[in-house]
Nanobody
Framework: QLQLVESGGGLVQPGGSLRLSCTAS????????IAWFRQAPGKEREGVSC????????DYADSVKGRFTISRDNAKNTVYLQMNSLKPEDSAVYYC??????????????????WGQGTQVTVSS
């Protein structure tokens, strides 16, 4: 009943842009802290960005700062990840995750209670 669904992935050339969406059903997203993670083949799951439930404070992995922007639209029960200036190393399955209490380290993926199914992002020429 509690579900997150990602969308917006696809194939883009280096330097291109994508906007990912994470929409919640079965619960109200504005009461939860939301993070985006990604995982490429053979690599560990990596925290990409996080937005808090209360004050909307955001944080980003060093590898995406200045290129990615996380935002939320509570009226639509949706969190977005705008990805610009994409690089081949950004290629991965991207997941959104939700937790009621923000962990001390937001990028610890095992702290999150709810997960989407993932959406594939491929950056290639």
């Amino acid at each position: 009943q509690l579900q997150l669904v990602e969308s917006g992935g696809g194939l883009v050339q280096p330097g291109g842009s994508l906007r990912l969406s994470c929409t919640a059903s079965g619960f109200t997203l504005d009461y939860y802290n939301i993070a985006w993670f990604r995982q490429a083949p053979g690599k560990e799951r990596e925290g990409v960005s996080c937005i808090s439930s209360s004050d909307g404070i955001t944080d980003y992995a060093d590898s995406v700062k200045g290129r990615f922007t996380i935002s939320r639209d509570n009226a639509k029960n949706t969190v977005y990840l705008q990805m610009n200036s994409l690089k081949p190393e950004d290629s991965a399955v991207y997941y959104c995750a939700a937790v009621y209490i923000l962990p001390r380290k937001w990028s610890d993926f095992y702290e999150y209670d709810y997960w989407g199914q993932g959406t594939q992002v491929t950056v290639s020429s």
